[in-house]
């Protein structure tokens, strides 16, 4: 499914493009001549005259070895079939197809689904589920991948059908390694409880010789048994004669596989392996990893599933794999920095309970979000219970991974609730581009909504047109300075010093902006930089009561607000550059950069905005230290300090009127001695910071002469703010 189908199509499963088979004719595809209402998913059992024709088989082999019943070896070869290339049948109407080991899991994988006999139901999720899976084990840049998803979606029994499938055929001489959150879980719920008794009722056909016995405690073997005494050296075997292929459980540390080749490797429930206790998974996964990429070759594939329960007791490592292992984000050799791909499974989709009467798989989604959101409700004064359900029952991978209240550096409750707010599919926000107007560099700007690919996410825009894109021009004074040329002595040489004309905002009153910029599209260790900025919207008296209040205390006012949110990983830093001046017309203020990264502040100076460059505010000087105000502001200890308490407060206060998923989702997370992880929270505290700067005094003047004087009194000597 990595690659095309001659006469197939395909389709994006999670910003993966997967390819699917070409469809057989109607005729060959089940359930075509079924009314719609009966076409779904349907197991196929074994004949039931199968236990009686195998006996008279096996007895006519003693005599004939070669001997096999047509009948049966027909249903035989029907069954491989399916299993090595996939299946395809009716549901509902749609033509669909399921891959060989989905087919497998579901026809063959007796669990503890006692509403079909033990047999998995087929939910049309799953689907999907399988397809990524399948297109991981063909990508030669894959090494595996992670399943994130709620409880009881079935993701371990998935994948120990998985492992057994590919097991238990060749290629030969393979090892499988099953590690959980300890060793006993390992052993115990994955290998004994399940897969072994999965393999036990295997149809024999899908039997492999072993020499494991009838009730297998520490592996699965797929070797003949062993012949001893005289009776050996007249035994000989051809090499088919067995797989050699093993399957056992391992401890949980972090070194368990180190050194080994493994053809696949199973990590159940990473998200819950205690560190402290056990293994810090994100270690382990480096070591693993190694284990399956052998001299610069894919040798097998990782599987790693979870559920995050506590984000102290494995989330939080979890959460670093998962951050690495992002598709869209690679090196220059194809990997992603965990060599794994991510996919998650949403707590709406997997709604079981919620599944269509005809059997056909599909989820009613609505129903599963209004079930999940009253669970929530009913949990909201408990900001720890509340947090655990969310992770146990994720919308997206954010609310998987979410933190508790203690955890969390701000107010998660607000932030709790507003998050869940935001992930109810409402169109809050508008995806778009802040562009020149006809193409006109310098000239208006406009915005254009852009729900595919935009780079900003818009949540108000000032609805007169004359409240945006308040900007002037200032010409520069061209001036000639002339200097003696040493060379020649008496000569004097004129220079010209030419000064590029200016853009200048005008309503910094109304609007401040503020960025955590980057300078390179791509950083040392091969990952795109992100960069984030923020446009805030002033606290305005003419349209908010400051006095007002609502019932439960919270300001709630429409000014005071961020308005505009870009985080964006943009392939060359002038096109960010750019995109800040164009957001920065738009509003006609300036904006707040850190100014260790000096690309941002060049660039504007060289385009002529240089005056759209805020300068340090004054109110985070610090008390020691000299040429302090100037354009941008260093990032430090102390900044980071001041705009966290800012943010605090913003969000205890207004956080309930937050209109941007991916900012709320990172303040969520926020952990202060790690910022550079955390580029909405950053670029949101230092617009709050920006927010803030004290406005120029307009200076009173009767025919340009000042009659009111304003006083500065700071620093050893009181001045007028005109000087």
């Keep these: 499914m990595y690659k095309p189908y001659k006469g197939g199509s395909s389709v994006e499963v999670q910003g993966l493009k997967i390819y699917l088979p070409k469809r057989p004719p109607k005729g060959l595809i089940a359930g075509f001549d079924l009314p719609k209402k009966q076409q779904k998913w349907k197991r196929t059992p074994l004949p039931s005259f199968w236990s009686e024709r195998r006996e008279e088989e096996i007895y006519k082999q003693q005599t004939n070895p070669k001997h096999t019943d047509p009948v049966l070896e027909e249903f035989r070869r029907q069954q491989w079939g399916r299993r090595l290339y996939g299946y395809w049948f009716y549901n509902h109407g749609k033509p669909t197809y399921i891959t060989g080991q989905n087919y497998y899991y579901l026809n063959w994988c007796q669990f503890d689904h006692p509403e079909n006999d033990g047999y998995p139901i087929y939910y049309d999720f799953t689907r999907l589920t399988f397809y990524f899976r399948q297109y991981c084990t063909e990508d030669p840049h894959c090494l595996g991948y992670l399943v994130v998803g709620p409880r009881g979606t079935g993701k371990s029994s998935e994948e120990v059908a998985c492992i057994l499938e590919s097991m238990t055929r060749p290629p030969r001489r393979r090892q499988a390694a099953i590690q959980s959150k300890s060793e006993d879980d390992a052993k115990q719920k994955i290998f004994k409880e399940k897969m072994v008794e999965v393999f036990k009722v295997q149809p024999d056909f899908f039997k492999p010789i072993a020499n494991h016995g009838s009730n297998p405690e520490n592996k699965l073997s797929f070797f003949r048994d062993t012949v001893r005494g005289k009776k050996a050296k007249d035994v000989v075997f051809s090499n088919e004669a067995e797989l050699a292929n093993v399957i056992y459980p391992v401890p949980a540390k972090e070194k368990a596989l180190d050194g080994g080749t493994y053809a696949e490797i199973l990590n159940d429930e990473i998200g819950k392996t205690d560190p402290k206790k056990e293994a810090d998974v994100y270690k382990r996964m480096g070591v693993n990893r190694f284990c399956v990429f052998r001299n610069n070759r894919k040798r097998g594939l990782i599987r790693a599933t979870t559920t995050v329960e506590e984000m102290d007791k494995g989330g939080d490592e979890c959460k670093k794999v998962w951050d690495e292992s992002d598709v869209s984000k690679r090196t220059e050799n194809g990997f992603t920095l965990s060599g794994l791909y991510r996919y998650f499974i949403s707590a709406i989709d997997a709604g079981t309970q919620f599944a269509d009467k005809y059997g056909s798989g599909f989820i009613d989604r609505e129903k599963a979000q209004r079930f999940h959101l009253i669970e929530r409700e009913a ?80 949540a108000w825009l000032p609805e007169k047109d004359e409240q945006t894109n308040l900007v002037t021009k200032v010409y520069a004074r061209h001036t000639t300075i002339h200097a003696p040329n040493p060379s020649l002595g008496h000569i004097v040489r004129s220079l010209e010093q030419v000064v590029k004309d200016q853009y200048k905002p005008l309503n910094d009153a109304k609007f401040a902006i503020a960025t955590d910029p980057v300078d390179h599209g791509v950083t040392v260790d091969g990952r795109r930089s992100n960069s984030a900025a923020y446009a805030f919207r002033k606290f305005d008296l003419l349209v908010d009561d400051p006095n007002k209040l609502d019932k439960e205390d919270r300001l709630d006012w429409e000014t005071h607000n961020f308005v505009v949110e870009y985080i964006y990983r943009s392939p060359e830093p002038d096109m960010y550059y750019e995109d800040m001046i164009k957001l920065c017309a738009f509003f006609g203020c300036q904006i707040l950069a850190e100014n260790q990264k000096r690309g941002i502040i060049t660039y504007f100076n060289t385009r002529g905005y240089g005056l759209f460059i805020m300068n340090r505010p004054k109110f985070t000087f610090t008390a020691q230290g000299t040429a302090q105000d100037t354009p941008g502001i260093p990032a430090s200890k102390p900044l980071i300090q001041q705009y966290t308490d800012k943010l605090q407060t913003f969000v205890h206060y207004h956080g309930h009127r937050l209109k941007f998923k991916r900012l709320t989702a990172d303040l969520l997370d926020f952990d202060p001695n790690k910022p550079t992880k955390h580029d909405p929270t950053v670029a949101a505290g230092l617009t709050l910071i920006a927010s803030e700067k004290e406005m120029p005094k307009k200076v009173d003047t009767v025919g340009g002469l000042q009659y009111v004087k304003y006083y500065d009194n700071t620093g050893i000597r009181s001045k007028p703010f005109h000087e």
Excluded: H
Aim: with cysteine; charged share 30%; hydrophobic share 30%.
């Design 379 to 458: 949990r909201k004064n408990d900001s720890q219970a509340l947090s655990s359900y969310i992770r146990k029952n994720p919308f997206n991978p954010e609310e998987a991974f979410m933190k508790d209240g203690e955890d969390c550096v701000f107010n998660a409750m607000v932030l709790n609730e507003t998050y869940t707010y935001l992930n109810l599919d409402r169109n809050i926000t508008t995806r778009g581009d802040f562009i020149w107007k006809d193409g006109l560099v310098d000239g208006k700007v406009i915005f254009k909504p852009n729900s595919r690919n935009g780079r900003f996410e818009v």
